[in-house]
Structure formats: C-alpha cells, structure tokens
C-alpha cells in the first residue's frame, strides 16, 4: 500500500513499551494526528505508564488463549498498526504471528543504537527480525546524499529517574500480582533479586570506581596492547535471542579460551561488566577463574565501571557478542569483532574473520561504508530523545509519531525484505 493509497485515519495497539512515559506521549501525538490509539495491559505496571483512555487489561493466560484473545482484539477493533518494545518477548511474538496473518504493520522502539540521547524505531524488530540493509554497497547507495548527522547531544537523563522508573514499574507488578494472576514475566531474575543484587553493588560502588579508574590509567599509560571483551545483560534479548549462546559464561569461555590460544602473547583482554549488571552472577569469578585455568590470569583484566570510551580509543580491537558498544567502536575507526547476529556486523565494517584470527591482525571499517553506515542509520531507524527525562521523552514521542503517521521507518532506503540477516542456531544444551 502506498502512502497516497493509505486510509487517513489508522489503528494503532501499544504493547508493552519501557518503564517510561514515552508510549503514551507518543499515543497522545498520533491521536493528536487522528489515528486512535489502544494499548492492551498485561499487568499493574503497564497500566501505570498509560494512564490515559483506550486501555484494556487482559487477565488470562499465555499461550493459546492469549493467542485467540489478541487476534480478536485486532480484528474487532480494526487494528492497522502495532508498536511495542521487545519483540522477542513471548507475548510479543504471539502478537505479532497475529499482526503478518492480517498485514498489520508491526514496528518496534527500543533504546537507541547511537546512544545516549537517541532511540531506535524499526519495521518488524532488531538484530536477526531487522531489515535494515547488510550489503556494504546499497549502504553506500542509499546515504550518497544523507547529511552528517548532528551528534551533539541534546537530551540528558539521570540514572535516579531511570530506577525509580524501574521500581514503579515493577514493585506494583510484585506485590499487585493478584490483579493479573496469570501473567508470566520474561525476565530471568525476579525483581526483588535485582534490586537485592543493585544495593549490594551500590555498597561497594566506591572501591570499585577507584579500582577500575587506575585499571582504565594503568592500560591507557602503558605501550600494552590490549582487546576489549564488553559484557552484556544476562536478560538481554540481545544475548537470548540473537547469537549462539545459551548463556554468556558460554560467550566468555568461548572469548578466552580463543585469546588464550591464538592472541599474541604480549597482548591483554579486558573484560567490562555491563554498568547495569544486577550482580547475581559473580563474571569476575568465572572469568578469573577460567583465565587462571588456561595460563593467561595475569592477562585477562576484568574492570567494573571506568571510562570504556577511553580505552575504546586505544583498544586493539573489540570482541562483542552484539553489543552497541560495537558501533561506538566502530564509529572510532575501532576494529570489531561480532560473536552473535548485528544490524552492525557488515563487511568492510566489522571484521569478518575468524575469532581465532581476530587476535593477530584486526581490520579496522573501510570509507565510505564507515560513514555511509551511521549518515544511514540515523537517518532511517534512529530518532533523538530518550526513555527518562521529560525533554527527551517529549523529543521521542514526537519523533516516533511523525515517522509512524508518514510511513516512514526505515527510510530512506534501509528496507530489505526478507530480512538479511538469520538468527543464529544456539550450541548445544544449557550446561550452567
């Protein structure tokens, strides 16, 4: 359907959207438009963040009856689009087998690839789902004549806001469970854990900073060369859902094992916890552990907090899973080296070669895929704001909708259907 053909007024469904007002902003903007909007509540903490007209709260099971209770949804209300965050989420997938048997147009917000103040906005999904081009030439083609994107940030949010977001979200879904006593979370840690986890680590928060800024110093003065292995969230979909491991100790056992063997011997790993890790799984251990095993303890580095984008800057090379750390790197002229499925990992971008020979000889992004790629991604599937500050969630609101209302996502140029990308196959059985 093209645009000029489109109906003037369309149907919009939110699912579940972050712990943030951004979703109902964004609702008030496209009704502000005349396209109306409904969102279909799956617990207390969804409800919280709507609070506006146009809610339904659905209280049955997963599976097939939440099945047969969204299909009916779109059909009796006429649903043309769909907009939610996560699209690997069960009840996400279940929705959108839904939206393709009735061509309902399905895009998805997440926190944005060019970070900090932007937000990603895609047709069908990320990473494998995205359809955002893989060949080096059509990103050539499609941004021959984009601008230079203006990357002065413009949006500033506070970890504050961003917990008491979480903890709104969650604790009503924890202690109001009653209200939707079939809903099953998609989230491995339950709450509580989590913020057991974060208190713990805020107690140590100090010794950690001091530790991990001489480690940052330490590296950045000596004539060392050293790679980057930055780790993600356990719960991320990222890892669950688009690369090869089960789990990420499987991911690290895998890094090591191959820096042990075949990185120069006067090189070093630096392992970087993720700065929002809950701390439930003891990384620093593991990867001690395993280094100490394989003869290279005094080689691998583990550093909990510091300046990342410093040691970007000097870093031989950076080993991700699929990490936007990544495409921080890479926008640094930093070789990467990606262990899962990315909208980032492209030939003459990232390196292509085998981990083992990553090690010896990193090849650093070509011009002009380099530039060609970030003038095409913001352009297409980035929009400024963010998820926790009011400028910013107004600022994305306004964004998201004007690309929803104009059919614009993933414009211009940035559409490749089928998808170019495959999900990878996970290797073997959960051994943890």
């Not at 800024?213 to 000596?222: F, P, R």
């Amino acid at each position: 359907m093209t645009l000029q053909n489109a109906p003037q007024q369309r149907v919009f469904l939110f699912l579940q959207g972050p712990s943030s007002p951004i979703f109902a902003k964004t609702a008030d903007r496209l009704e502000a438009k005349g396209h109306p909007c409904l969102r279909i509540n799956l617990n207390p903490g969804d409800q919280i963040f709507w609070r506006r007209k146009g809610g339904y709260n659905y209280r049955g099971r997963a599976g097939n009856d939440w099945r047969t209770y969204v299909a009916s949804f779109m059909d009796r209300h006429a649903v043309t689009d769909l907009v939610l965050l996560g699209e690997e989420r069960p009840y996400h997938l279940t929705a959108i087998d839904a939206a393709k048997d009735r061509d309902i147009t399905v895009s998805v917000v997440e926190m944005g690839y060019l970070r900090p103040d932007w937000l990603t906005l895609e047709r069908n999904g990320m990473s494998s789902n995205s359809h955002f081009p893989n060949d080096p030439q059509q990103i050539v083609e499609a941004a021959h004549t984009l601008p230079e994107p203006d990357w002065t940030r413009r949006y500033s949010q506070s970890f504050t806001v961003e917990a008491a977001y979480d903890l709104l979200y969650n604790l009503p879904n924890v202690f109001l469970w009653f209200l939707f006593p079939h809903y099953r979370r998609h989230a491995l840690f339950h709450p509580l854990a989590e913020y057991a986890g974060w208190i713990i680590r805020l107690t140590s928060g100090r010794k950690r900073a001091v530790a991990a800024t001489m480690l940052v110093e330490n590296m950045l003065a000596g004539d060392i060369s050293f790679f980057v292995f930055p780790l993600q969230l356990q719960t991320d979909f990222q890892l669950r859902a688009h690369s090869p491991y089960n789990d990420q100790r499987e991911a690290i056992t895998e890094v090591i094992t191959s820096f042990a063997a075949h990185a120069p011997r006067a090189s070093q790993l630096v392992v970087k916890v993720h700065p929002l890790d809950n701390g439930l799984i003891d990384w620093r251990a593991y990867a001690g552990e395993l280094a100490t095993r394989l003869g290279v303890g005094g080689r691998v580095q583990f550093l909990d907090g510091g300046d990342l984008n410093a040691l970007l800057a000097k870093t031989a090379g950076v080993v991700t899973i699929n990490s936007t750390v990544g495409l921080h790197a890479l926008q640094l002229g930093t070789p990467v080296k990606v262990l899962g499925t990315a909208v980032f990992d492209i030939a003459k971008l990232s390196d292509q070669q085998e981990l083992d020979q990553f090690w010896a000889a990193p090849t650093i992004p070509q011009e002009p895929v380099q530039s060609a790629f970030f003038r095409l991604l913001a352009a297409a599937i980035q929009v400024r704001g963010n998820f926790y500050s009011a400028t910013g969630t107004d600022a994305g609101a306004e964004a998201i909708a004007e690309r929803l209302h104009a059919r614009s996502i993933n414009q211009p140029g940035a559409f490749i259907d089928p998808p170019p990308r495959k999900k990878p196959h996970k290797r073997g059985s959960r051994s943890h």
